[in-house]
């Protein structure tokens, strides 16, 4: 099993930043990719960002890039997403997924943390 836990959720105005974390325990060894995905009030899950296990792959969705960034410390077994020009339509739950194997949807992640939200004001 593995233990995934999310921090850094909060309020910030259109434009702003925020940084997210996630700290993994358990059998973290196990896990290749971790990841965020997000759900917006109303919609399913989307997928946001992930890294392979030693940052060789990086993958983000279109609606991100340039300006998310996802980094991984294996040591620490943490990964955080630093979210700059921050978009209402960022607004939604976040989750930090682990996955086995590559995972580019929500569907292929293995372990879920509780969520932490981001709310984005105009």
């Known amino acids: 099993q593995v233990q995934l836990v999310e921090s850094g959720g909060g309020l910030v105005q259109a434009g702003g930043s925020l940084r997210l974390s996630c700290a993994a325990s358990g059998r973290t060894f196990s896990m290749d990719v971790m990841g965020w995905v997000r759900q917006a009030p109303g919609k399913e899950r989307e997928f946001v960002a992930a890294?392979?296990?030693?940052?060789?792959?990086?993958y983000y969705a279109d609606s991100v890039k340039g300006r998310f960034t996802i980094s991984r410390d294996n040591v620490k077994n943490t990964v955080s997403l630093q979210m700059n020009s921050l978009k209402p339509e960022d607004t939604g739950v976040y989750y930090c997924a682990a996955s086995r194997r590559v995972a580019r949807t929500p569907g292929e992640y293995d372990y879920w943390g509780q969520g932490t939200q981001v709310t984005v004001s105009s």
């Open positions: 890294m392979s296990r030693y940052g060789i792959s990086t």
